[in-house]
């Protein structure tokens, strides 16, 4: 397992890496994370890392963007190994992220790429459901029993925006939910502008507990000029919780400090890979 880039105890171990044949780490494998948390088995989650697919440098290994710039014939062939080495039941459902706050429903048959769209929400078993980062947090969001799933792309705009709360909306109002955070970059890593902060303290005054003075602050003349550290992991949870009640678990990795699992945009630049969480509701057995 993988050390937790998070300082607190009570969310460090929630993921667990495991190699797609379930025998634990493999760095010629693909190599996913998967959540320790308490809904019915019949929910699948997961987030790759870069380990074993066949993109090349600055992409190695295994990219799953078609955006970034990679060889496109490779990421297909990427996807494909996703497809076949975690037995997806059907090509994941991928979006057009804007860094917005919709999130789509899949309630039948498929939806086209284009759509523009963070986050989707499903109750049809067999849906995948996916998302692609590379230092924005994932979020994986479902009910106890297993029968309502959601898998949300929440970087810092549309998380100040309320994507959670727009995710969080679609399903029962009586459903027990968990959520699951998956690799993102980490609250000693991401350091924003005084304008990111004001968003969040716009947003929900609490949200201020999140930052810390940055270096480049001290001495600053100017508060326009000050930066900050954002825990966006802490963000995610007050966000999940502020409305109803949400088990939340993971967000344990730094997508920036730990380049041997994750690919990550901050630290590479536009040449980075993404990495994809993916979900799905397994059918019930006749």
Known sequence: ?????????????ASRITRADG???????????????????????????????ISQAPYDALNLGL???????????????????????????WM???????????????????ICADGS???????????????????VICDKLGTELAVVHAGWRGLAAG?????????????ELHAWLGPAIGPDAFEVGAEVRQAFIERNPAHETCFEAGMSAVGSGSPDKQKYWADLYSLARAE??????????????????QPQWFHSHRRDGLRSGRMATVAWI???PE
């Open 1 to 13: 397992m993988v050390s937790s880039s998070t300082s607190s105890s009570e969310h460090r171990d």
């Open 23 to 53: 025998r634990g780490e493999d760095f010629g494998l693909l190599t996913c994370m998967t959540p320790v948390w308490g809904v019915a088995s019949r929910v699948t989650a997961f987030s790759t890392t870069r380990l074993g697919g």
């Open 67 to 93: 955006h970034v710039g990679d060889d496109e014939p490779a990421v297909r062939e990427n996807r494909r190994r996703l497809q076949e080495s975690f037995a997806l039941p059907e090509s994941p459902h």
């Open 96 to 114: 057009k992220q804007t860094h917005g706050t919709d999130v789509y429903a899949i309630e039948s048959g498929s939806i086209d790429e284009a």
């Open 121 to 139: 929400w499903t109750n049809k078993p067999d849906t995948v459901l996916a998302v692609l980062t590379a230092d924005c947090l994932p979020v």
């Open 163 to 175: 994507i959670l709360e727009n995710a969080l909306a679609r399903f029962s109002e009586q459903a």
């Open 240 to 257: 999940l919780q502020q409305s109803r009640s949400v088990t939340v678990t993971g967000g344990d990795y730094c997508t920036v400090t």
């Open 282 to 284: 397994g059918a019930l």
